[in-house]
C-alpha cells in the first residue's frame, strides 16, 4: 500500500508539470485559460505589425493590425473550440509559436454552485469555499486535482492575501463573526 501511494504522488507530480508554452522574453502575454467563445485578450509587448494565426487543422488568420506606443497592445481574440489551441504570433519578422487552454464556458458557473451545495450540505462555509476554489484551480489546471490544490493554496489564496491587507481584515471578520453567532447559539440566547 505504501508504494501505491509513492507511485500515485510521482505521478501527480509528472501530471503537475506545465502544458503551456514558455513565452517568457517572447514579445506576447497570454492568460493562463480562457473561455470558449467568449473574448480574451493577449498583450503585445513589443511595436510593428502582427499577425495572430490559428494553427490547428488548417491554417487561418484570425487578428491582424499594427501595435504601436503606448505598449503593450492588447488583442482581442475569440476561440470557439475546446483543449489546448495552437497560435502563432508574427511580429515583422519575429515568429513565436504558443498554445491557449481553451474551457468550454458552462464549466465557470459549477465552481460557485459546489461551493453553495457543499455550504448548504455540511454547513461550514469556509471549507465550502476552499472547495469551490481546489475544484475552479483544477478545472483551470489541466483538470489535475493535485495541481488543482497546489494552485489553489500558492497561486490563489496567499497571493490574494499577500497582496492586499484588506482581504485578510474581511476573512478576520468573517470568522470573527462566525464564532460570535456560535457562541450566542451555545449560550441559548
Not at 505504501?2 to 513565452?23: E, G, K, M, Q, Y
Not at 465550502?128 to 497546489?150: D, E, H, K, M, S
Request: with cysteine.
Amino acid at each position: 500500500m505504501r508504494h501505491v501511494s509513492w507511485i500515485v504522488l510521482v505521478v501527480s507530480f509528472h501530471l503537475a508539470s506545465p502544458a503551456f508554452a514558455d513565452t517568457r522574453g517572447a514579445p506576447v502575454v497570454i492568460p493562463a485559460f480562457a473561455l470558449r467563445s467568449v473574448p480574451f485578450e493577449i498583450e503585445i509587448t513589443k511595436g510593428g505589425t502582427y499577425t495572430i494565426f490559428h494553427e490547428g487543422g488548417q491554417e487561418r488568420r484570425i487578428a491582424e493590425g499594427v501595435c504601436r506606443e503606448p505598449l503593450p497592445c492588447k488583442v482581442s481574440l475569440t476561440l470557439d473550440e475546446s483543449g489546448f489551441v495552437p497560435l502563432r504570433l508574427t511580429l515583422d519578422r519575429e515568429r513565436v509559436r504558443f498554445s491557449v487552454r481553451v474551457i468550454p464556458g458552462w464549466i465557470s458557473i459549477l465552481p460557485p454552485l459546489l461551493a453553495i451545495g457543499f455550504a448548504i450540505w455540511f454547513r461550514e462555509v469556509v471549507l465550502a469555499l476552499f472547495f469551490g476554489i481546489w475544484f475552479g484551480a483544477t478545472c483551470i489546471f489541466t483538470y489535475n486535482p493535485f495541481t488543482g490544490l497546489l494552485r489553489s493554496v500558492d497561486h490563489y489564496i496567499l497571493e490574494s492575501l499577500t497582496k492586499d491587507a484588506g482581504h485578510v481584515t474581511i476573512i478576520l471578520f468573517s470568522l470573527l463573526l462566525g464564532g460570535m453567532v456560535g457562541v450566542i447559539a451555545k449560550s441559548g440566547a
